[in-house]
């Protein structure tokens, strides 16, 4: 009897401990529930409507001393709190009023480590945090990502480049996708990525408020998991000696950052998409990034801009050699005045790459300025970023004699801990100079754009570009970004071809170049696709044929009040309503199959609408810079038939009358 009782009592220890190792958050709408347990391993499982979506994952990190996450948790402290406030965005990309509600739990643990979960209505993130004293060097993070199923999986995964280790990319590749268990070890994928169960919620794997550390890479191992992967220390660096001069780590250290013993590390963020439409318009990535470090950004000036380069200046019908020089950048800055653009950018080949003191002998710099100023049209300048590194001081200092206000650096290619370290930099350095910046060759945002409001936007994305020399930037591709690119933040596609082809007429020339997509699609990424600075690439000479379509580019704003995903089929099309002021504008995508959709105008407040209306025209499929332009006057009581060609698209403005 004294054995049973014992026994009994040992068992009833054992499941009070358990649950007291137990905690359990929900939304604010009561649908998505985390369980976090600390016992052996500090784990979290995640469930939508009762049923587990993210099975039970493991949380930890060590640092080189030996003290890991884990070992404090045999007497873990649990609080929890609710928030429920609002975010006024002053570069909104998606939505000036952000509502920012959740509950949150934090776990402290007695050996100076601490994790905090958030719960939202539409995903969940927890982030480390650590209270010792000096500095510490973090040896590894463990952050799994286990799921019930061995569901879809959609990823961008690193080409290994030439001469060069496996965590050096520009972070542009296409979409594979694979089940969870044909991913291995060898794959690195770079996020966002998306998970896709067919009978459950999509959930969306990234990051938010990376800073001072090594941005997170996933991979596999055959199971249906995705585990956290980070580019170790760079221990040696070498310069190359090239066109587009970089800075590579030629040696690894052990570990992954030297670092504050005290901080917040970052958010491992996972979104949660019942239905496809709740994709395209997400935006908990910026919800959780680090308030504005930018007290006054009343200088922070969104807006449409112009750029030569992808064309390569190969405009016509003009009195002149067209080129890098004076009079094609003068023709650029016609064009943006003609049809309501902010600002051109002179990309690279304005000055020598690896010195921008060095500057072309065919430009005349006070003469490109002084025109530019007279015509109320900003100019902005492409930089090379390991040249901007060495010369970065004289060289904001010249830009803003000079009048610019916006630059591009370009070709990082990495993420570690001393690359991400280079963005802070830099974006504290335009911050004083009122210089707006963008970085190409670069990761997703990560919420950077919240941080830096003048960070106006990131590439990280396959883009136009690619039309260059390739056929990667297919129609199911740019349908693909809306739905799992455009988690992390704005993107460059730098959207706008003007010659369009099908599959079949399709060549990649650098001197005529063309999208795989109707010249539809390109003008309604100028409203599917988040960039409060929005490049428009295609060839001006052939845009100043075509007035009426500029005019109707011209006029889509880059930043909105709201937006509102009407329709969307991951990979297959999306439809999305954006407002600004008391207009709407309407842009929808489609992949490579032809289809009909119809759309209500329900959202549209009462009274009548001025509808311009842009849809692919009859002939699309053969050719398809085909397109018809017409006006109508819409109510809410309306619907729209979008009749989209294979690679189509569709935009509308519609003016409150």
């Not at 917040?264 to 709740?278: S, T, Y």
């Not at 335009?430 to 950077?448: N, Q, T």
């Not at 999208?515 to 295609?538: C, D, H, K, N, W």
């Amino acid at each position: 009897m004294r054995k049973l009782l014992l026994l009994n009592f040992l068992l009833l220890s054992l499941t009070c401990a358990r649950a007291q190792a137990t905690r359990e958050i929900s939304s604010p709408d009561g649908t998505i529930k985390l369980i976090a347990r600390a016992d052996d391993r500090l784990r979290y499982s995640i469930y939508f409507k009762n049923q587990l979506i993210v099975s039970p994952s493991e949380i930890d990190m060590a640092l080189s001393d030996g003290k890991k996450l884990s070992d404090g948790l045999s007497k873990p402290q649990f609080t929890v709190r609710s928030v429920n406030e609002t975010i006024v965005s002053s570069v909104p990309e998606k939505r000036t009023h952000i509502p920012d509600r959740y509950k949150e739990l934090k776990i402290t643990l007695p050996n100076a480590f601490v994790v905090i979960f958030r719960v939202y209505n539409d995903g969940v993130a927890y982030r480390i945090a650590t209270s010792f004293p000096g500095n510490i060097t973090i040896r590894s993070e463990t952050a799994a990502f286990r799921f019930p199923a061995n569901h879809p999986v959609y990823f961008p995964e690193v080409a290994p480049p030439s001469g060069m280790d496996i965590y050096h990319t520009s972070f542009e590749e296409p979409y594979t996708i694979k089940p969870l268990e044909q991913i291995h070890a060898k794959n690195l994928l770079f996020s966002p990525i998306l998970v896709a169960p067919k009978d459950s919620p999509k959930i969306g794997i990234t990051e938010s408020d990376l800073e001072d550390y090594p941005g997170m890479f996933l991979s596999g191992n055959a199971e249906k998991a995705l585990f956290g992967h980070f580019a170790p220390y760079p221990a040696e660096e070498t310069e190359t000696k090239e066109l587009y001069s970089t800075r590579y780590v030629s040696k690894r250290a052990d570990f992954l950052a030297k670092t504050k013993g005290t901080r917040v590390f970052p958010w491992r963020v996972l979104i949660i998409a019942p239905e496809d439409k709740d994709l395209p318009g997400n935006d908990l990535v910026y919800r959780l990034a680090s308030p504005s470090r930018v007290p006054d950004v009343s200088w922070v000036k969104p807006g449409k801009a112009t750029d030569e380069w992808i064309i390569t200046s190969n405009i016509f019908n003009v009195p002149f050699k067209s080129g890098i020089n004076t009079a094609t950048y003068k023709y650029y800055i016609d064009f943006a005045k003609r049809f309501g653009f902010e600002r051109i950018m002179m990309d690279a080949g304005w000055s020598d790459n690896n010195d921008l003191f060095k500057i072309n002998p065919d430009i005349n710099m006070d003469e490109i300025m002084a025109y530019a100023k007279s015509k109320g049209i900003g100019v902005s300048m492409w930089t090379l970023a390991l040249t901007l590194d060495k010369q970065l001081e004289p060289a904001l200092a010249q830009f803003s004699k000079w009048g610019v206000d916006f630059i591009m650096t370009d070709f990082i290619n990495r993420d570690d801990q001393k690359a991400v370290q280079f963005y802070y930099k830099i974006a504290e350095a335009c911050a004083r100079h009122k210089i707006m910046l963008m970085f190409h060759g670069a990761f997703k945002p990560a919420g950077f754009n919240r941080t830096f409001p003048h960070a106006i936007a990131r590439e990280a994305v396959l883009g136009s570009e690619y039309n260059m020399w390739s056929a990667k930037a297919t129609p199911d591709h740019n349908v693909l970004l809306a739905f799992i690119r455009m988690l992390a933040g704005p993107l460059d596609y730098e959207p706008g071809m003007l010659n369009n082809a099908t599959p079949k007429g399709f060549h990649a020339m650098p001197e005529n170049v063309m999208s795989l997509t109707t010249r539809t699609q390109q003008l309604a990424m100028f409203v599917v696709y988040e960039s409060p600075i929005q490049f428009f690439a295609g060839n001006p000479s052939q845009g100043m044929k075509e007035p009426a379509f500029m005019e109707l580019l011209g006029s889509v704003p880059t930043v909105w009040d709201t937006t509102r995903v009407l329709d969307a089929r991951l990979g297959d099309y999306v439809v999305t309503a954006r407002k600004r002021g008391s207009d709407w504008f309407i842009g929808a995508l489609n992949d490579s199959t032809a289809r009909e959709l119809i759309i209500p105008l329900n959202f549209l407040p009462e009274g009548n609408f001025q509808a311009t209306i842009c849809e692919d025209g009859a002939n699309a499929d053969r050719y398809p810079a085909d397109y018809r332009i017409s006006e109508a006057i819409l109510t809410s009581k309306n619907t729209l038939t979008l009749k989209l060609a294979p690679g189509g698209g569709f935009m509308a403005r519609l003016r409150r009358q």
